[in-house]
């Protein structure tokens, strides 16, 4: 910092900043930002350096606490963003493979194919299951992303159990 005193001192310079940490006596840190200036007289002879000191240690952490929200507020959206891309990319042939599997399903009840219907009434059951959970997920998304209201719902337990079941066969 002494080249920056010189550097007023000989006219190079009208004000020099620099920006510090100092450790306080409890081991912490400081952070201040002082400015030196040269005060001349009119024949431009330094007479006095003045110089302020501020400290800024808690406009620092307040200017990174802004930074983190700002990136966690931009992380957000790209999550909400990706998921629901996400959602729809996976929906779309999700949708396409339950109505195909209807339509086999059909045409193996009219043949009388029982085992064939069980299978596919068990496929349709597991798309339709996972159709669910990607609009569950989406769901939560939107409500994460403050865009939808959860709204408490009474279920019937048996009939969940019963589809969980159905889901593991």
């Known amino acids: ?3 920056a005193a010189r550097q007023l001192i000989q006219g190079q310079e009208a004000i020099v900043t620099r920006q510090m940490r100092l450790l306080r006596a409890d081991g912490s840190y400081l952070t201040v930002r002082a400015s030196l200036s ?3 007289d009119p024949a431009g002879s ?4 003045v110089g302020v000191v501020e400290d800024i240690t808690e406009h620092l952490r307040l200017a990174e606490s802004e930074r983190a929200r700002d990136a966690a507020e ?3 959206h790209a ?7 996400m959602s729809h ?29 069980q299978d596919l009434n068990r496929i349709l059951t597991a798309a339709k299951h ?3 959970l990607i609009g569950e997920i989406l769901d939560l998304s939107k409500i994460e992303a403050g865009r939808m209201e959860a709204i408490p719902a009474k279920f019937d337990p048996m009939e969940m159990l019963e589809d969980l079941i159905e889901t593991v066969r």
């Open 38 to 40: 040269p005060l001349r």
């Open 130 to 132: 996972l159709l669910s």
């Open 46 to 49: 330094v007479l006095r350096l």
């Open 74 to 76: 931009a992380s957000s």
């Open 79 to 85: 999550k909400s963003e990706f998921v629901s891309r």
């Open 1 to 3: 910092h002494w080249v």
């Open 89 to 117: 990319e996976l929906r779309t042939p999700l949708n396409a493979i339950i109505g195909y599997a209807e339509m086999l399903q059909e045409d193996a009840e009219d043949n009388g194919d029982d085992r064939t219907v």
